[in-house]
């Protein structure tokens, strides 16, 4: 499952990070988005791009063409 189909509220685990370009996943590391941190959609922009999600206590704003190709686990 992805990142960017998660509904509003629901928690996953995220399982890995493809195919972004090494500029963002070097941000997103720093970020904390890396394979077995819990996430949580907090909710989308009207329009559906971008998300806001919870990483732990940090909360994120990632757009929906970078959170297509993260990879999820319902938790």
């Given amino acids: 499952m ?3 189909t998660l509904g509003r509220g ?3 685990r995220i399982t890995s990070v493809h195919h972004v370009p090494a500029s963002v996943r070097h941000r997103l590391a720093v970020m904390g988005v890396i ?3 819990g996430v949580e959609l907090v909710r989308r922009a009207p329009l559906g791009d ?3 999600i ?3 206590s940090e909360q994120l704003i990632v757009r929906r ?3 297509k190709l ?3 686990e319902v938790i």
């Fill in 2 to 4: 992805k990142l960017s």
């Fill in 10 to 12: 629901q928690s996953a």
């Fill in 35 to 37: 394979p077995g941190t």
């Fill in 50 to 52: 971008p998300l806001q």
């Fill in 54 to 56: 919870r990483l732990d």
């Fill in 65 to 67: 063409e970078v959170a």
């Fill in 70 to 72: 993260i990879d999820v």
